[in-house]
């Protein structure tokens, strides 16, 4: 980081102490998994931006704070970033994505748990997460009962708003999520104390569509052979559109593209003729977590798309700019998020569908399903997806992992034996 | 032409010479703490210079070395294996301290496979372990005494360190250690049929790895599976036998 932010740090209440330890320790280190890859595209913008990623935008938030502006944090592809906006509020993806804070975590929360809720949990009861400290508010969901159940922890020590994500996608589900984001919209102008009008959240409805159409336009280029970016840039992208502001980060993904664009016109790509494209599907990779794509783009595959939450899910799909009325704005709003593959939702039939769609377009070799450990949904998902991949011939690996490096050995050989096998 | 195989395992490095229908040369050597070393010097001992393909978990540290190339353990057992015994269906491997299943199709090729996940449970380390827990000089004695065992006596535990406590409390109860080692053998069994299941399983089944010299672990396979169980002449060279044959191949394509 370029300047000095301890001052910063220990004014938002950051143990400074845990916070070094954090900071040398992110596994495996940026420089190796990133620095080394050969012919990037220009991304020093989104270099810089992981680089300061607990400094200059923490500052940016900090200064937004004194302005009276106020940060609200989410863990969750449901949360309407547009409400948030158009209250005058920021807001932050929270990361969990590294094991941090465990012992802490676990005098709240059972030992075996999906390592992204005890990470939560970690990060927020060890303080060292200078993000977690500047958020006024966070969003739960119940997309999961540990995270539905770790969120009553989690309000001892910071006001969590619940959302409740139905299970379902019938009419009266639906129903209930309008309500809910209904709900949401009230209490971003409670902590917010900020009005939102027709015209600030058709504003912000159309800043967020913005960069849900710069990444969209980015993973459109990745369909080209050879790929003109690699799977892990393309996700640490998709990471870093979770904290970043929103008007940078769009123009920012759209430069790119032009040169993306200049590479595909030329032929370039970012890796050796012939090698396997490959979809990676599953559970969220939250930053720093880059442990499987560097596995499998260092055993000599591209990842050409992510059907995960830092992917796809993310930013398929925009809201109608066009509307009469919050009322309907709302009700757009609600329609857009819905319409998300979580496997939290029964049947998910969805998330198949868009995977066979997804290997035919990005004329894919295998796909890679990824589960963090413990998440029930997904794993058991997994079934799903591997019955109907079976049906359609494409092949599939089934991975389960977690934040740990001790298995990385394995996963390797696994993937390699994958590679060989549709090769 | 001949090409050399290396199999660099967590317990074991095995070496194999192939001029592709025979082996002329092979060798197996326990791990010990420097296994790139090891292998090295295994490599540079050939007694004359040929291309050799790594496999196993050091392949890596290999390749940088005197490998020229590097295949998964998968398709390596896949290839010796198909070798040894064409129209082999089904690979099962337990070494050291990994444990595979692997589905051929017709022509030889890597269909589907599974492998345990990051913990040695299962594996021939878990049986080391239990070897040492009951008393015995060796993982060998261990073997040949618990095919005496009756059956009856069960461990659940599927963990080593858990698996340890439970057959130290069998002890301790009198249960005669016989039996104990028969349930411990059983529980390996049981782990691998599970992952047989998993990819299904497609007679005959080839068993390869250390774990295939232990006459109590075979004997289980065979009640456990209902199905023939082919056991090459030396389970622990499949390995480095299947990179060897790799490496022919790579050599025809060039």
């Known amino acids: ?423 | 032409m001949l090409s050399a195989g290396i199999d660099i395992g967590s317990r074991t490095i095995a070496l194999v010479v192939t001029d592709g229908k025979e082996i002329v040369q092979s060798a197996v050597v326990d791990t010990g703490f420097d296994p790139a070393k090891k292998a090295a010097e295994m490599a540079a001992g050939l007694t004359q210079a040929v291309p050799v393909t790594a496999t196993g978990y050091g392949r890596h540290s290999a390749k940088n070395g005197f490998a020229g190339h590097v295949i998964t353990e998968i398709k390596a057992h896949a290839l010796g294996a198909g070798r040894l015994f064409p129209g082999a269906g089904t690979v099962l491997d337990i070494g050291g301290q990994d444990m595979k299943v692997i589905l051929l199709d017709a022509k030889g090729n890597v269909e589907d496979f599974q492998m345990n996940d990051k913990c040695a449970a299962g594996t021939g380390k878990f049986l080391e372990v239990m070897a040492g827990a009951l008393g015995y000089g060796s993982v060998e004695d261990f073997g040949r005494d618990s095919l005496t065992g009756a059956p009856g006596t069960r461990i659940s535990s599927m963990c080593t360190v858990f698996a340890e406590s439970e057959a130290v409390s069998l002890v301790h109860r009198g249960t005669d250690r016989r039996d104990i080692g028969r349930a411990l053998h059983a529980s390996v069994i049981e782990r691998a049929f599970g992952l047989i299941q998993r990819v299904g399983c497609a007679a005959p089944l080839v068993f390869t790895g250390g774990a295939a010299l232990n006459p109590c672990v075979v004997q289980l396979l065979r009640e456990r599976i209902k199905g023939p169980v082919l056991i090459p002449g030396d389970p622990q060279l499949v390995g480095a036998l299947g990179a060897a044959l790799s490496g022919l191949e790579n050599k025809n394509q060039q």
């Open chain 1, 1 to 423: 980081m370029s300047g000095d932010y301890r001052k910063m740090w220990e004014s938002i209440g950051l143990d400074l102490e845990a916070h070094d330890r954090l900071l040398q320790a992110l596994p495996p280190a940026y420089g190796e998994v990133y620095l080394t890859q050969e012919n990037r595209p220009a991304m020093d913008y989104f270099d810089f931006v992981v680089n300061e990623i607990h400094g200059l935008r923490i500052q940016e938030l900090q200064e937004h704070k004194a302005r009276g502006g106020k940060v609200i944090g989410t863990f969750c592809v449901f949360v309407p970033e547009e409400i948030i906006r158009a209250a005058g509020g920021i807001c932050i993806g929270l990361c969990s994505g590294i094991e941090i804070g465990s012992a802490q975590a676990e005098k709240v929360l059972p030992r075996s748990i999906c390592p992204l809720i005890k990470s939560f949990m970690g990060f927020k009861l060890a303080r060292v997460c200078p993000y977690f400290e500047s958020c006024d508010m966070v969003v739960g969901e119940t997309t999961c009962d540990g995270k539905k159940k770790a969120f009553e922890i989690l309000n001892d020590y910071v006001p969590v708003h619940v959302l409740e994500v139905p299970q379902m996608k019938r009419e009266k589900d639906r129903l209930l999520w309008r309500g809910e984001v209904g709900d949401f919209l009230a209490g971003v102008e409670e902590v917010t104390g900020n009005r939102v009008t027709a015209e600030s959240l058709a504003r912000s409805v159309r800043e967020v569509n913005g960069k849900r159409r710069a990444l969209a336009r980015l993973a459109g280029l990745r369909k080209n052979s050879p790929a003109p970016i690699s799977g892990k840039d393309s996700l640490l992208i998709e990471q870093i559109a979770m904290y970043d502001d929103v008007e940078r980060f769009t123009l920012k993904v759209n430069q790119l593209c032009d040169e993306l664009e200049k590479r595909v016109r030329e032929g370039v790509g970012v890796h050796r003729p012939g090698a396997p494209r490959i979809i990676v599907t599953g559970t969220p990779m939250a930053i720093p977590n880059w442990k499987v794509p560097h596995i499998i783009e260092g055993s000599g595959a591209v990842i050409v798309a992510e059907e995960l939450c830092t992917g796809l899910r993310y930013f398929e799909n925009t809201v109608p700019e066009e509307s009469e009325s919050m009322e309907q704005s709302l009700g757009t709003i609600a329609d857009r998020y819905m319409n998300i593959n979580c496997a939290c939702f029964t049947p998910n039939t969805g998330r198949m569908e868009k995977l066979v769609q997804l290997a035919e377009e990005y004329n894919a070799d295998g796909i890679i399903h990824c589960s963090l450990s413990f998440c029930d949904p997904y794993m058991i998902e997994a079934n799903r997806v591997e019955k109907m991949l079976k049906e359609k011939g494409i092949p599939m690996l089934k991975i389960e992992t977690d934040y740990g490096q001790e298995d990385v050995g394995q996963l390797r050989t696994r993937i390699e034996a994958f590679l060989e096998m549709i090769g």
